[in-house]
C-alpha cells in the first residue's frame, strides 16, 4: 500500500520524522509531498523546497529513506484543484497522512482516507515556534533531527529568519 504526507517543513523537526516513521508502519511506501513548494524567502515559508528537501534527506536513516520518495507540492489558488494538483505530481496513492483539517476536508470529499498522525510533542515540536527561537537564538538544536541542524547552519538560518 502506498501512503503520502505533506507538510511544509518549515523547517523539518523531530515531530515531522516521527509523522513518518507513524505512516511507514501503515504502509510499504510513502511520497513525500514538500507543501508550498513555490513559496519562499517568506516569514511563513522562509526555506527553499530544495533546502526543505536536503534537511529531509539528511535526517532520515537510510532503511527510512529506501521507502520513501519526496516530491514538490506547489501551491494553487484554487483549493479544490489542489489535491487534483497533487494527483499530476505524486504517483498513486491509497491513504493520506495528515493532521491539518482542512486537509482532511479535501482529500475525503474526493473518498481518499486519510488517517491523522499522532502528534509529538506538539507544544514545542511547531515549526513556528522553532523558527522563532532560531531568530531570536534561543537553544532549538535539540528539537530537530541532525540533518536539519547542518542544513540550518549552513544556509545561515538564523539571519536569514532575522531578516524577514
Same mark, same amino acid.
Do not use: C
Given at each position: 500500500?502506498?501512503?503520502? *504526507? *505533506?507538510?511544509?517543513?518549515?523547517?523539518?523537526?523531530?515531530?515531522?520524522?516521527?509523522?513518518?516513521?507513524?505512516?511507514? #508502519?501503515?504502509?510499504?511506501?510513502?511520497?513525500?509531498?514538500?507543501?508550498?513548494? =513555490?513559496?519562499?524567502?517568506?516569514?511563513?515559508?522562509?526555506?527553499?523546497?530544495? #533546502?526543505?528537501?536536503?534537511? *529531509?534527506?539528511?535526517?532520515?536513516?537510510?532503511?527510512? !529513506?529506501?521507502?520513501?520518495?519526496?516530491?514538490?507540492?506547489?501551491?494553487?489558488?484554487?483549493?479544490?484543484?489542489?489535491?487534483?494538483?497533487?494527483? #499530476?505530481?505524486?504517483?498513486?496513492?491509497?491513504?493520506?497522512?495528515? =493532521?491539518?483539517?482542512?486537509?482532511?476536508? !479535501?482529500?475525503?470529499?474526493?473518498?481518499?482516507?486519510?488517517?491523522?498522525?499522532? !502528534?509529538?510533542?506538539? #507544544?514545542?515540536?511547531?515549526?513556528?515556534?522553532?523558527?522563532?527561537? *532560531?531568530?531570536?537564538?534561543? =537553544?532549538?538544536?535539540?528539537?530537530?533531527?541532525?540533518?536539519?541542524?547542518?542544513?540550518?547552519?549552513?544556509?545561515?538560518?538564523?539571519?536569514?529568519?532575522?531578516?524577514?
Amino acid at each position: 500500500m502506498n501512503g503520502l *504526507i *505533506i507538510g511544509r517543513f518549515q523547517p523539518f523537526h523531530l515531530g515531522h520524522v516521527s509523522a513518518v516513521k507513524f505512516a511507514l #508502519e501503515n504502509v510499504d511506501t510513502l511520497s513525500i509531498g514538500i507543501g508550498s513548494s =513555490n513559496r519562499f524567502n517568506e516569514k511563513r515559508n522562509p526555506f527553499t523546497a530544495d #533546502e526543505r528537501k536536503e534537511m *529531509i534527506l539528511s535526517s532520515l536513516d537510510r532503511d527510512i !529513506l529506501d521507502k520513501v520518495k519526496i516530491y514538490y507540492i506547489p501551491d494553487v489558488n484554487d483549493h479544490e484543484r489542489w489535491t487534483y494538483r497533487v494527483d #499530476e505530481i505524486v504517483p498513486k496513492y491509497d491513504v493520506v497522512f495528515s =493532521n491539518d483539517d482542512f486537509t482532511h476536508d !479535501l482529500f475525503k470529499k474526493r473518498n481518499i482516507k486519510v488517517i491523522s498522525v499522532p !502528534l509529538a510533542k506538539r #507544544e514545542i515540536l511547531s515549526g513556528t515556534e522553532i523558527r522563532t527561537m *532560531i531568530a531570536s537564538d534561543q =537553544n532549538w538544536g535539540d528539537l530537530v533531527p541532525g540533518g536539519t541542524h547542518k542544513v540550518l547552519l549552513k544556509i545561515n538560518a538564523r539571519d536569514r529568519l532575522k531578516n524577514l
